[in-house]
C-alpha cells in the first residue's frame, strides 16, 4: 500500500493549478462542468483505472465522476482536483458523495491531501475505514489541520482493489467556511525577498589577494555555508545570504577582519539551545565534519564557540533556503540566478563558488566517494575564481567544481554560447565510440553521405586535424564530470568530433591499412546523440520477447506483456532512458512476491549535512501467475539513473540475468542548483543502496556477466550483447 501513496505524491506533484483567478475563485467540486469531456473540467485522473464522467449515475446535479478497476493489473485508480491555497484557518474539511459497487481487495475513499511548498504536509484517503461492498449514495467527511504553509490543496476520490466507485457532491471547508468565493490572502514576503540592494550586482572589487587573505576567503566560505544552513534566523528567511556575503567581504583585507568576522555572526541573532531528546533515537549513516572550526587558525576563541553553539542550537522544521522533494532529496529555494551577471564582479563569482561549495558540502550524500578532499577544493577554487574575469573562464571553473563532485548527474545543464564556441559549434555526422581502448565509427547521422565517402562502420579513428586522438581525448575529459571513466568516454566522444569549422580531417584505419578524409559538420545542437529509432517491442525468433524501454509509450507495457507471457525468455535492454517508470510496472509481472531491491539515504532539515537510511523499498506482489521465462536484461554506460533504478528493481525476478558493462554509476533523485549567471546544475539527491548496503553511486549497476562490444563485432553489424542474451535463452 506503501507504493500506492507514493505513487500518488509523484503524479499530484505534477498537477496544475485549478484556477487563475486572484481573489474569491470558485471550483468544479459538484463535477457539473464538463459535460462534453472524458473528466468533468478540471479534473483529473490518478492511476490507471478507468475514469470519466457518468451522466446516468449522480447524487445531484446532471453528472457525477467514475471510477472502475475494469479488469486492470495495477493497484489504484482514481480522479483528483487541485486548489491553490491562499487561504487562512487552522482546520480543512473535505465532504463528499460516494456510491460503490463490489468493492474488494482494497477500499473505496475520499482522499485530502495538502502540500508544502516541496514537501507533504497532511494526507489522508481514509483507507484506516476500509469502505468495501457495495452501497448507495453516502456522505463521508476528512479533516486534516491546516496552516499557512500549505500551498496546494488536492482532493479527489480513489478507488483500490476491485470494483467501480462514483464520487460527487463535493465541499471544502476551511474552519466551517467554503472555499468556494472565499477571498484569498497574499502571504506576506519573507524579509530576504524585500532585501534588494544588491540585485544587479554585488559592487565588490578585492583587487589581488595575499595568500593570508585568501586563507581568510575560504574560512569565510566555510563559515557562510555552516550559517546559511544553521542558523534558525536564516531559515525563517529574515536574511538574504547572498546580500550579508556583498556586505562583509569588502572588509576581507581590514586588520580587524576577524573581530568584524564575530560580530557579524553575533547580529545575526542569538539562538537556542536544542531540545536534547529531539531526534535523539535518530541514526545518520553520514554526518559532516565540523572539526575544521577548531583546526582553523584564523578564527578567535569567541568565534569557534558561537559556530558550535549555533551547529547544536535548535532548528526550524522549514528553511528559507532549502527543502525536502517528495523522493527525499533537497530542493534548493530562493536562490537568485543574477542572469546578467557582470563576470568582472568579485562578489558574485566568490559567491558562487561559495553557493555551490555548501550545498555539495551540506547536501551532497556521496561526498565520501570523492576522490579529491572538498575542503581542499574550496582552497584551491579560490585564486582560479579571483582569476576568471569572462565568461568563459568563468564557467570553466564551474564546470571544474562540478567534474570534482564525481557525478554523472552533475555537469552545467543549458545551452551556453561560451561553452558552445569553447566545444565547437558544429558536429561531425559521424558517431564514435571507445571501444577496445580506440575511437571506433558506430554510426551514420542523417546528414552523412555515405555513398561517397570510404568510411566504414567499424573504422579506427586515430587523428583529428592532424592532432593524435587520444591526446584530444586526454584534453576533453577534463570537461565531462562523470561517476566513473566509461561514462566519462561515453561523453569524450560526443566532444572530439566538435569544431567551429565545416569540416574535420580525419584520418582512419581500417583492415587494409589508413586513409585520410574530409567529413562535413552540422550544427551540434541538431545532432541526435541518443536517439536509435529502436521500436518499443518485437518478438525475437518466434519466442524472445525483446522490450526496449526508451521508447515506451505510457502504459504500453501492460499490454506488451499480455503479448510475451507465454514467450521462452524476454530481454529488457536497458541501454537507454526508460520513457514509463518499470519499477513497479514491470516488476509485477516477473516477480512471484514482494521483493526488497533497495534502499535510500535521506538528508536531514535539523542536522544539516546529516543523513539517515530509509526502510527497504519492496516491488512486486504475491503473484503464482508471474513471468516463468528466462529474463535478460541488458546494460552499458548509458544506462543512468532511472535505468539503473529499474535494473536493480528487476535483476531479483527469479530467473534474471544482467548482461553489459558499468552503467553511468548516478542512481537517485536530481536536486537542481541555481548558480549566478544563470547557470543550471545538478547533482544526485540521495543515496541509493542496495538492501545489503552496497553503494551504487560510481560503481554502477555490477553484471551477473561482462561483456562489452569489439570492434569485430562493430564491423559485422553485431550486437553483441543482445546475441549473447538470445544465445542464453536458449541453454
Known amino acids: 500500500m506503501k507504493s500506492i501513496v507514493l505513487t500518488l505524491f509523484s503524479i499530484l506533484f505534477l498537477l496544475s493549478t485549478a484556477q487563475s483567478q486572484t481573489s474569491g475563485p470558485t471550483f468544479n467540486l459538484d463535477f457539473e462542468e464538463g459535460a462534453n469531456t472524458e473528466l468533468p473540467t478540471e479534473w483529473f485522473k490518478m492511476g490507471h483505472f478507468n475514469a470519466s464522467v457518468d451522466k446516468s449515475i449522480f447524487q445531484s446535479g446532471k453528472q457525477s465522476g467514475f471510477v472502475e478497476s475494469a479488469g486492470s493489473k495495477e493497484e489504484f485508480g482514481g480522479i483528483g482536483y487541485g486548489i491553490p491555497s491562499k487561504y487562512i484557518g487552522k482546520e480543512i474539511t473535505l465532504s463528499g458523495y460516494i456510491k460503490i459497487e463490489n468493492v474488494s481487495d482494497g477500499f473505496v475513499g475520499l482522499m485530502l491531501r495538502l502540500d508544502g511548498k516541496s514537501q507533504p504536509m497532511g494526507f489522508d484517503n481514509m483507507q484506516d475505514r476500509q469502505i468495501t461492498g457495495t452501497h448507495d449514495w453516502k456522505m463521508y467527511t476528512v479533516t486534516l489541520p491546516y496552516s499557512e504553509k500549505v500551498d496546494r490543496i488536492i482532493v479527489g476520490g480513489l478507488l483500490v482493489g476491485k470494483g467501480k466507485a462514483w464520487f460527487d457532491n463535493f465541499e471544502v471547508t476551511i474552519d466551517g467556511k467554503t472555499v468556494q468565493g472565499m477571498p484569498v490572502v497574499e502571504k506576506p514576503k519573507a524579509k530576504a525577498d524585500l532585501d534588494n540592494e544588491f540585485e544587479e550586482a554585488s559592487n565588490v572589487d578585492l583587487g589581488t589577494l595575499n595568500q593570508e587573505e585568501e586563507y581568510r576567503l575560504y574560512t569565510l566560505g566555510r563559515v557562510w555555508g555552516l550559517l546559511k544552513y544553521h542558523h534558525p534566523e536564516i531559515a525563517r528567511g529574515n536574511y538574504n545570504w547572498d546580500n550579508e556575503l556583498f556586505r562583509i567581504l569588502p572588509y576581507l583585507k581590514e586588520e580587524d577582519f576577524s573581530n568584524r568576522l564575530k560580530e557579524w555572526i553575533v547580529n545575526i541573532g542569538p539562538v537556542a539551545d536544542v531540545n536534547p531528546t529531539k531526534n535523539a533515537d535518530k541514526k545518520y549513516e553520514i554526518t559532516v565534519d565540523h572539526s575544521w572550526i577548531n583546526e582553523n587558525s584564523f578564527l578567535s576563541k569567541g568565534t569557534k564557540n558561537l559556530l558550535h553553539q549555533i551547529i547544536n542550537s535548535k532548528k526550524e522544521d522549514e528553511h528559507y533556503y532549502y527543502a525536502a522533494e517528495r523522493a527525499g532529496n533537497p530542493s534548493f529555494e530562493n536562490e537568485r540566478l543574477y542572469k546578467n551577471m557582470n563576470f568582472e564582479d568579485d562578489g558574485m563569482r566568490i559567491l558562487s563558488l561559495f553557493r555551490y561549495w555548501a550545498m555539495v558540502e551540506y547536501f551532497f550524500p556521496y561526498k565520501h566517494l570523492m576522490d579529491k578532499d572538498w575542503d581542499n577544493t574550496l582552497r584551491t577554487a579560490i585564486p582560479q575564481m579571483m582569476d576568471a574575469k569572462d565568461g568563459l573562464a568563468y564557467k570553466l571553473v564551474v564546470l571544474n567544481l562540478i567534474y570534482t563532485i564525481q557525478d554523472t548527474h552533475a555537469n552545467i545543464w543549458m545551452r551556453d554560447e561560451d561553452l558552445n564556441d569553447f566545444y565547437g559549434k558544429f558536429g561531425a555526422s559521424i558517431g564514435i565510440n571507445w571501444i577496445e581502448e580506440k575511437w571506433v565509427v558506430t554510426r551514420f547521422f542523417t546528414e552523412f553521405d555515405s555513398t561517397s565517402s570510404m568510411i566504414a562502420i567499424g573504422d579506427i579513428v586515430t587523428h583529428v586535424n592532424g592532432v593524435d586522438i587520444q591526446t584530444l581525448a586526454a584534453e576533453k575529459i577534463a570537461y565531462c564530470p562523470a561517476s566513473n571513466v566509461p561514462t ?198 540521495i543515496g541509493v543502496y542496495y538492501p545489503d548496503g552496497t553503494e551504487t553511486q560510481r560503481i554502477g549497476i555490477v553484471p551477473d556477466i561482462q561483456k562489452e562490444p569489439t570492434i569485430e563485432g562493430i564491423r559485422s553489424g553485431k550486437d553483441e550483447l543482445l546475441e549473447l542474451a538470445i544465445k542464453m535463452s536458449s541453454e
Open 488 to 685: 566519462q568516454m561515453r561523453d569524450v566522444a560526443k566532444r572530439l568530433l566538435r569544431t567551429n569549422e565545416t569540416a574535420l580531417q580525419l584520418t582512419l584505419k581500417n583492415e587494409n591499412g589508413t586513409f585520410e578524409e574530409s567529413v562535413s559538420t552540422i550544427l551540434n545542437e541538431g545532432i541526435n546523440y541518443w536517439g536509435k529509432g529502436t521500436l518499443s517491442h518485437n518478438l525475437i525468433d518466434g519466442n524472445i520477447g525483446y522490450i526496449y524501454p526508451g521508447a515506451l509509450e505510457t502504459d504500453e507495457i501492460h499490454d506488451i506483456m499480455e503479448k510475451f507471457e507465454n514467450t521462452r525468455a524476454l530481454i529488457v535492454d536497458l541501454r537507454s532512458y526508460p520513457s514509463d517508470f518499470l519499477v513497479y510496472k514491470l516488476a509485477q509481472y516477473l516477480l512471484p512476491s514482494k521483493t526488497e531491491f533497495a534502499k535510500f539515504t535521506e538528508p536531514s532539515i535539523q542536522h544539516p549535512g546529516s543523513f539517515s537510511m530509509t526502510e527497504i523499498f519492496e516491488n512486486g506482489s504475491d503473484n503464482p501467475e508471474y513471468y516463468k521465462g528466462k529474463v535478460f536484461i541488458l546494460i552499458n554506460e548509458t544506462t543512468q539513473s532511472q535505468a539503473e533504478y529499474t535494473t536493480m528493481a528487476l535483476r531479483n525476478a527469479p530467473k534474471a540475468t544482467v548482461i553489459g558493462s558499468t552503467t553511468a554509476g548516478a542512481d537517485g533523485n536530481v536536486s537542481m542548483i541555481r548558480l549566478p549567471g544563470g547557470i543550471r546544475t545538478m547533482f544526485s539527491g
